[in-house]
């Protein structure tokens, strides 16, 4: 008998080997360790007997043909990581719809609707400061001015994609019919340690988190670190530091509220002189969106306070308000998780995913899988092979019953 939960193990760690050198993983999007996940996935899709494509936006996309005028039922997660992740975040998303088709295929059931498989190119935003492109392209919310942002490299997201040999001019006809869609199901490892203290192997998303995500610049006046006297000096570092404390203060404050300064550089950064600028993003992300906007609001008045008389810039970057799953779809999901033996656990998402940006379409829900010490975003993060077979089943089981 197939050990389908194994079989699923065997793929990612496949996938993780076509990653970027070093530790963990880092499969960034229109690079070519992109491109090898991409040939690797379409030849596993094309076994299963799924009809392959790679649509203008970089998702590739595995049809199961079903029924005529049944609709098609999505199924997906993205392809990338960030630099130096784990093996499951996303990719396992893609990864355990196309081994549930398998084994459906195996013990000879046909689906009741068309089913795709979604692999999407960009979730993480880390290459571009922009992210989700894959899926709304699908939901028909791509903002074109998008396709102008920079990587760390100065080359855009246009040129990227072009040179992936995609058209990004086209992404506009990607917008899928609703009425066709049946819903959109995500599975993703839970990247908290939720499941794994109730002794669950899977549990059904509530809700997505908002984020909102901030650029702060600060100039003030660098000078000699021995002579420059302590009083009146404008160092651009004290006034980054206490931002950075002020914003985990006022995450702390609030129980639903994280907030991360993940990024800081200050020059000119050397030993002995005052730092002149300080550059550092800040990061607001709740499931409710009123509390993350006020913390925003309250961030900037605080820079203002403390860069006073120094040069300040405070920009929003990216925002994403909270997403509550489909309530049936989530239902069906629950149901279909207690048939495999699980509670039904329901939780909230406090990452952020495709099916964020799919709501804008059609029914989204969400399957997480139990997650080794909550740790993800690090080359530790681990699904067991034994919790990604049970999310197969349930995976399978609703293909069968899609509503
Ligand atoms: C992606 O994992 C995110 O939530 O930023
Ligand atoms: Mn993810
Ligand atoms: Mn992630």
Same mark, same amino acid.
């Given at each position: 008998m197939t050990d389908w939960g194994a079989r699923a193990a065997d793929l990612l760690d496949d996938l993780a080997c076509l990653s970027e050198p070093g530790a963990g993983a880092t499969r960034l999007p229109f690079t070519p360790e992109h491109r090898a996940a991409v040939e690797l996935l379409s030849d596993r899709m094309r076994q299963a007997g799924l009809t392959v494509t790679l649509d203008d936006a970089g998702t590739l996309v595995g049809r199961l043909e079903g029924p005529k005028g049944r609709g098609t039922l999505l199924m997906g997660s993205h392809q990338d990581s960030v630099r130096q992740g784990g093996a499951y975040d996303g990719i396992m998303g893609v990864v355990l719809p196309l081994i549930a088709l398998e084994k459906l295929r195996a013990e000879g059931r046909a689906t009741p609707c068309s089913v795709e498989?979604?692999?999407?190119?960009?979730?993480?935003?880390?290459?571009?400061p922009t992210a989700l492109v894959?899926?709304? =392209?699908?939901?028909?919310?791509? /903002?074109? +001015?998008?396709?102008?942002?920079?990587?760390?490299?100065?080359?855009?997201?246009r040129a990227a994609m072009t040179a992936f040999g995609l058209e990004?001019?086209?992404i506009g006809v990607l917008k899928r019919d609703p009425a066709d869609v049946i819903g959109y199901i995500e599975t993703h490892i839970e990247q908290g340690p939720v499941l794994e203290r109730a002794g669950e192997a899977l549990g059904v998303v509530s809700a997505i988190c908002g984020i909102e995500r901030h650029s702060i610049g600060i100039v003030g006046e660098t000078g000699h670190a021995g002579t420059m006297p302590m009083e009146g000096r404008k160092d651009a570092l004290v006034a980054a530091s206490a931002i950075v404390t002020e914003v985990n203060r006022l995450a702390l404050a609030s129980d639903g509220l994280r907030g991360t300064v993940g990024s800081l550089a200050i020059g000119p950064n050397v030993v002995n002189a005052v730092p002149r600028v300080a550059r550092m993003t =800040?990061?607001?992300?709740?499931? /409710?969106? +009123?509390?993350r906007r006020a913390a925003g609001v309250a961030l900037h008045a605080y820079a203002e306070e403390v860069c006073a008389g120094?040069?300040?810039s405070c920009e929003v970057t990216y925002q994403q308000a909270a997403q509550p799953c489909a309530a049936e779809l989530s239902e069906?999901?629950?149901?279909?998780?207690?048939?495999?033996?699980?509670?039904?656990l329901v939780l909230p998402s406090g990452a952020t995913h495709d099916a964020s940006a799919l709501a804008d379409l059609c029914p989204v829900a969400m399957l997480f899988v139990r997650c080794r010490d909550g740790?993800?975003?690090r080359p530790e993060e681990l699904a067991t092979p034994e919790d990604m077979g049970r999310a197969v089943e349930v995976l399978a089981d609703l293909v069968m019953s899609p509503g």
């Open positions: 498989v979604l692999a999407f190119a960009d979730e993480e935003g880390v290459r571009f894959g899926s709304r =392209a699908l939901a028909g919310t791509v /903002d074109p +001015a998008v396709l102008e942002m920079t990587d760390g490299d100065g080359v855009t997201l990004p001019d086209r =800040a990061e607001f992300r709740s499931a /409710d969106d +009123a509390e120094m040069e300040l069906r999901l629950v149901a279909a998780v207690k048939r495999a033996g699980g509670q039904g740790m993800s975003h």
